[in-house]
Structure formats: structure tokens, C-alpha cells
């Protein structure tokens, strides 16, 4: 733009996008959106284009490891006004920020203010030195910047009011939950089933509970904390299915599934934009052999018989079949939501998946979706509540469950065991 500087030009795209976010329904309080007016996001990503710096719904990878996967990065606007809103942090709070950059602990060191205290860790040190400089350019000098493995938590400055996790976590280390505050709120983005949702947890004693869940990508957690999913490649690579939790005990037996003939079972509707989160949940919850499946497009298009709609990365494994769900455009912003089932004998696997969508689609489309709970895995099963799913951690058991709608009396859902 002629005649602004670059200092104007950052204000003026900061300003868009706190008032985009405002528009988004993503910021509510004046707090955050004062905050994120006043911090200077370009400072924390010196590398980057104005532009890119303040796009409101994608984040910057700082970091990549040698096969080109994102180690580090800037998230979104989007994703920490969010979190920011579900943490609803007070002036004169002790905040421990898990997963480093700068940017999210400027936030957090104007929203606790000159009484309270931050403390952000991070396992790698090409990001705390990145953060230390940062925050002391930007006037931040305050915040403790702390090299450790955040497994364990920072017990020096602890008890913490709120500790924010801004790394994916596959599980719920002991040390988070004994570092906080009882009534303190967790706020992480937890990995379910291969679903990652971003959930505010209120310590009760020894356990957590849900206050609200979002949809957020974040880089995985490393060092101790790191889990691996199982991959099954099919069609030389082409399609991989993903198992994050407990993958099936013979994955041979999957060996050519896609050779034989689809099996086309209906699910549910869909409009262009709407979210299916929940959908996604829900599906992991209730059919057994849950995963997610992947396509490689290029690999896939030039396949003799390449497979459509994957657009959900929503599967299921049954013994030798595999069911994926897929979307078809209709008319107008119209989707319809498809089962394609492959294998041996793949009609009732077809059948439980899409009797799955339409009862997500009857009784929980555009409800506010499940309740996580968190109990140590030291918990004897009979102090636990009666949960819709249960899966085993390495550290916690993750239990969830659904609103059950007056119109559900009667109706059976799918119980999975506790995965160990």
C-alpha cells in the first residue's frame, strides 16, 4: 500500500484480523481481543510476509524435521484467540504455557499483568531461544522460557491457575493435573482416537472434566510425551489407514481389500461448510475398528480404479473389510454422505457405519457433542462413572459421552472396550 509504512501495514492487518475473529464468533471478550490488537504478531515471525503472519485461520511452521514434517510453529490467530477465550485467564494468575514460541506467552503475560506469572517450556532449543529473543524485542522480559521435557511439567513455579498445551497430546501426563490448582483449568489439544480436539479441562481433585472441545490441528508432542500411530499401506501407497489407538491384532488380513467390488450404503446430509466434528466423534465412539484413512491424490488418480470422496478421512476395519465414508455433491451446497465398503463380506460393516450417521444426524447434528472426563489410569474401574467410551492411555483413561436426547430411549449404543 503507497505510503504505508510496514509498522502501519502490520497495524492496520492486525486490526483485520482481530475484527475478522470478532465477526468469526472466535473472540467474545474485550480482554482477548484488546490483547491481540496490542501484541505485535510479526515480531514472533520475523521470517514470514505480513501477509502470511495475520492470516486469521493458518498458522506458520518455524520448524520441520529432515523428511519435511512441521516441528514447530506459530499457530493460527484463530486457533489461540480460541484458546485464550477457553482459558479464561485472569489478572495476577500463575500460567504455564507447554510448547513454545513467543507469541501465545506475550498474550498470556499482558492478560495476567504485572502481578501474575508465565512460564512457557519447550524440549527444543532452536524454539527457546527463538522465544527468549522474541519476547525481550518485544518488551516481554518477564515470562520464564524453560528447556525441558514438558512430560513433567515445570514443578519449580508451580501450582499453576491454568496451564495451556499448545503441542498435540495423545495423553494426560500425572504432572499436569498434580501442578494444577484444584478448580484450575487444563486447556489441550487431546488426541482421541486420532481426533484431535482442543478441550478445557476443570481440575475436580484427582480427575479433569470437560468444559468445551473445538476442532484444532497442532504439531504432535515430542520427547516423552511423543506417541506413533500404526499405518497399513494400501495400494502402494496410494492409501494408508491410520490407527492411533489399539490397531487391529491382523492387519493381513486387509491384503487386497480395495480388489473387490464396493458395497454403497447412505449415511446422512451435509451442506458445503458445514462442520461435522462432532460427526467425526461420533463415529469414533460408536463403530468398532474406527480409523482414518489418507489418500496419496496423485498416486490414487492414476490408479486403475482410484477411490472418490474422501474428503471425511472417516474408516472402519471389520476382520478382512474396510468401510470408508465418502461425500458426493449433490445439487446447490448439497453433500450426501456415502458408506463404500470393500471386501469379503462387507455389508453389515457397511450398514453398522451408516446407521451410525443417522443417528448422529437424528439426534446430535449441531449439538454441543460429548463430555470428555480424565481419570489416572491408577483409577480402580469400579470409581469410574458410566461412560459411552472408554480408551487406556499411557498415563490416563479418557471416558466420553453423549447427550442422550429424549427421543433416544431405547436406543442401543456401541460400547467399546477399555483399550489397554
Keep these: 500500500m503507497t505510503g504505508t509504512t510496514p509498522g502501519e501495514r502490520a497495524t492496520q492487518l492486525r486490526n483485520q484480523t482481530v475484527d475478522a ?51 514447530s510453529s506459530l499457530s493460527a490467530p484463530d486457533a489461540q484467540a480460541h484458546m485464550l477465550e477457553q482459558a479464561r485467564i485472569e489478572p495476577g494468575m500463575n500460567v504455564l504455557e ?50 525441558a521435557d514438558a512430560e513433567y511439567g515445570v514443578p519449580e513455579h508451580e501450582p499453576y491457575d491454568r496451564i495451556l498445551v499448545t503441542v498435540g497430546s495423545w495423553d494426560v501426563p500425572p504432572a499436569w493435573i498434580d501442578q494444577l490448582v484444584d478448580g484450575g483449568l487444563l486447556v489441550v489439544p487431546l488426541k482421541v482416537m486420532g481426533l484431535m480436539r482442543t478441550v478445557a479441562l476443570v481440575r475436580e481433585g484427582g480427575r479433569l472434566v470437560s468444559e468445551s472441545a473445538r476442532l484444532f490441528g497442532f504439531v504432535p508432542m515430542q ?33 487386497g481389500v480395495l480388489e473387490y467390488e464396493p458395497v454403497v450404503d447412505s449415511g446422512a446430509g451435509l451442506r458445503l461448510g458445514e462442520p461435522w466434528a462432532t460427526m467425526q466423534m461420533w463415529l469414533a465412539t460408536t463403530v468398532p475398528g474406527f480409523c482414518r484413512i489418507m489418500l496419496d491424490r496423485a498416486a490414487n488418480e492414476a490408479s486403475p480404479r482410484p477411490l472418490g470422496g474422501i474428503h471425511t478421512g472417516m474408516a472402519a476395519v471389520d476382520g478382512a473389510n474396510l468401510a470408508y465414508v465418502a461425500s458426493r455433491r449433490l445439487g446447490g451446497d448439497h453433500l450426501t454422505l456415502e458408506v463404500h465398503a470393500y471386501g469379503p463380506s462387507p455389508t453389515a460393516l457397511a450398514q453398522v457405519v451408516a446407521e451410525q450417521l443417522r443417528i448422529w444426524d437424528r439426534d446430535h447434528r449441531g449439538g454441543p457433542g460429548p463430555q470428555y472426563l480424565v481419570y489416572p489410569t491408577t483409577t480402580p474401574d469400579e470409581q469410574l462413572p458410566a461412560a459411552d467410551f472408554v480408551v487406556g492411555k499411557r498415563h490416563s483413561r479418557v471416558l466420553i459421552s453423549w447427550p442422550h436426547p429424549a427421543n433416544a430411549v431405547g436406543q442401543d449404543i456401541l460400547h467399546h472396550p477399555n483399550h489397554q
Excluded at 468469526?24 to 510476509?49: H, K, L, N, Q, Y
Excluded at 512457557?120 to 525481550?136: A, G
Excluded at 511423543?226 to 490407527?243: K, N, P, Q, W
Design 21 to 71: 475473529l470478532k465477526d468469526a464468533g472466535t473472540i467474545v471478550s474485550p480482554r482477548i481481543e484488546a490483547v491481540m490488537r496490542a501484541v505485535p504478531r510479526e515480531t514472533f515471525a520475523p521470517e514470514a510476509d505480513l501477509e502470511a503472519v495475520y492470516e486469521p485461520w493458518n498458522g506458520l511452521v518455524t520448524k520441520k524435521d529432515e523428511n519435511g514434517r512441521p516441528l
Design 223 to 255: 520427547g516423552a510425551g511423543a506417541h506413533d500411530s500404526t499405518e497399513l499401506v494400501l495400494r502402494d501407497g496410494a492409501v494408508r489407514l491410520v490407527f492411533d489407538e489399539q490397531p487391529p491384532a491382523d492387519l493381513s488380513r486387509l491384503d
Design 98 to 147: 507447554i510448547g513454545s514460541g513467543g507469541m501465545n506467552a506475550a498474550y498470556l503475560s499482558e492478560l495476567v499483568g504485572p502481578t501474575g506469572r508465565v512460564t512457557t517450556v519447550d524440549i527444543d532449543e532452536f524454539v527457546t531461544e527463538r522465544t527468549s529473543r522474541f519476547l525481550n524485542q518485544a518488551g516481554y522480559t518477564r515470562v520464564n522460557v524453560v528447556l
